[in-house]
């Protein structure tokens, strides 16, 4: 007995030894990258292999078959949620049109699921393929090309959803000068939508955690079939909140996320005395706020507000979209996916 539990303790040490420093490097870097560069988005590759590392280092302090039954449990959770994710997309897809309305930006969970659902179901048929259960042909390559399309770009998303979520899991020292509020549509025209009450909520909840009272700054302009400005509704809610009007500096005319930042910015330069800023938006919105922030000039630290689970999808999809279509995103995405499918490419054209 004593034997065993001896070769037991040697074999955590090994571990301790062999993956304990990467392991605590990687998420040191980690969280160094996420508090310095919060809108890089290599953190969200950093994450996925802290989180794959980590993996790999819990199973070390397992022994023979119980090491083996713990990967093996990891590897189903694993295949389990990705048969899950196109039926939830699927399934939120119709939430979003029966909660919401039929748009084309409610529908794109829907129809991610679809394509996922898809490849999936491709990465089955050529396995079994290979298995000689069914006979694809010419057509096998163009079959994995698919697999392997849906796979790379899943993996972007999936990389942006779950680093999305660690941002707003940080710490945050409640010492704020400023804090800007990212305005959202009005509903009739007049009315705070649920999606924007939360984000003032937050705000709301940071001033009074701060020892000297922030400036809040509602930022968000007047739309076409608004009755008032997003920043007028957010100040008319700041007062019924009980926030002083002194300490609530609207920014009334912005139409974009950028000019939000652009705007709110010019109230913070032409205050006195320090500028730490928060900056308050819809957790799915956090990453791209803090991307455009740093492109501003802005220097804050992005803060998440809640959000409904049904909304969740949709938004993060919607907001990968703006994020990939950007120049800086965009040409390294693509020049990684044509480096992906490379070796395929070239047996397809040369074989």
């Not at 048929?125 to 994995?144: M, T």
Request: aromatic share 12%.
């Amino acid at each position: 007995m004593e034997s065993g539990n001896s070769l037991m303790t040697e074999h955590i040490l090994d571990n301790l030894q062999i993956l304990g420093p990467l392991f605590a490097s990687l998420w040191a870097l980690t969280f160094l990258m996420t508090l310095l560069r919060p809108q890089r988005y290599i953190n969200s590759l950093l994450l996925m292999l802290s989180l794959l590392v980590t993996m790999l280092f819990a199973s070390g302090f397992f022994d023979g078959e119980a090491r083996a039954y713990f990967l093996l449990a990891c590897f189903l959770l694993v295949m389990l949620a990705l048969f899950l994710v196109p039926v939830l997309l699927i399934i939120n897809g119709f939430q979003m049109i029966r909660k919401e309305s039929l748009c084309l930006s409610h529908v794109l969970s829907l129809a991610l699921g679809v394509v996922v659902g898809a490849g999936e179901i491709a990465a089955a048929v050529y396995v079994l393929h290979l298995s000689d259960f069914i006979r694809l042909g010419s057509a096998d390559r163009w079959v994995l090309l698919f697999v392997l399309t849906v796979f790379y770009f899943s993996f972007l998303l999936l990389s942006f959803v779950v680093y999305s979520v660690f941002i707003r899991m940080m710490p945050h020292r409640m010492n704020f000068r400023y804090v800007i509020i990212h305005g959202c549509g009005l509903a009739d025209g007049e009315r705070m939508t649920r999606l924007l009450s939360d984000r003032v909520d937050k705000a709301v909840e940071i001033y009074r955690k701060c020892k000297t009272r922030p400036i809040l700054i509602p930022s968000g302009g007047q739309g076409r079939d608004e009755k008032l400005s997003e920043a007028q509704a957010m100040k008319n809610y700041l007062l019924q909140c009980g926030i002083p009007e002194d300490r609530i500096r609207p920014e009334a005319h912005s139409a974009t996320t950028k000019e939000n930042l652009i705007n709110s910015k010019a109230i913070i330069d032409a205050g006195t005395g320090g500028k730490k800023t928060a900056l308050v938006s819809s957790s799915y919105h956090i990453y791209r706020c803090l991307k455009l922030a740093r492109e501003a000039g802005l220097r804050c630290t992005g803060i998440g507000a809640r959000v409904a689970l049904y909304f969740w999808p949709s938004a993060l999809i919607r907001e990968f979209i703006a994020v990939f279509l950007e120049k800086s995103f965009l040409i390294p995405a693509l020049i990684g996916y044509v480096l992906f499918v490379s070796p395929l490419l070239y047996s397809m054209i040369f074989r």
